[in-house]
């Protein structure tokens, strides 16, 4: 999708009915719908995508790193060489924390320990058998999510409560993490 930066609009480049992609075919892809904007006189500026794998192979293709030790955010533009910005999409990635946080129940964090799902289980209990409203804001609804996966505010309150750790989170997911240690396939 395209949106417009000095304008209020949105257009969909294209839908594709398929269950999966190739990192090769989507950076081909990707790299057509920059040049037709191009030639609709139409500037690329950035690039926003969640952290799927697939995604972080397509932007390598495109040449970005995201290793942590040489970072390039940009790639350049087919047709004009300028540079196009890379932007991971944080809610989706907070989100994505949070699911397998809860799936996981505790994630090993670098330098820093182990997180554990039950801790914040156990405060939610705390806090509601004495009564209390922390500054946390956690409930119930941030605890039991399931049923709304996709509200970013309900992981706003463990948010707050492990802090800044999840984005070291997510770039370690990002860059370490592989199906097998998710037990996906």
Not at 44 to 63: C, E, F, I
Request: one cysteine or more; charged letters at 15%.
């Amino acid at each position: 999708m395209a949106v417009g930066i000095h304008g209020s609009w949105k257009v969909p480049l294209g839908y594709f009915l398929i269950t999966s992609i190739n990192s090769t075919i989507q950076a081909q892809l990707l790299s057509t719908a920059f040049e037709l904007l191009n030639e609709a006189g139409i500037e690329a500026l950035s690039l926003t995508l969640d952290g799927h794998q697939t995604n972080l192979s397509t932007v390598k293709k495109l040449g970005c790193s995201l290793h942590p030790e040489n970072i390039k955010h940009h790639f350049p533009h087919p047709v004009t060489g300028n540079p196009i910005y890379l932007f991971l999409d944080a809610c989706h990635g907070l989100k994505l924390i949070r699911n397998q946080f809860c799936a996981l129940q505790e994630i090993h964090i670098p330098g820093v320990g182990i997180a554990k799902w039950a801790h914040l289980a156990s405060m939610n209990d705390y806090q509601k058998r004495h009564g209390l409203t922390a500054a946390n804001k956690l409930s119930d609804r941030h605890v039991m999510f399931q049923q709304q996966k996709m509200k970013v505010c309900q992981f706003e309150s463990v948010n707050n409560i492990i802090g800044c750790h999840l984005f070291k989170i997510w770039a370690y997911t990002c860059t370490h993490l592989t199906a097998e240690e998710t037990g996906r396939q």
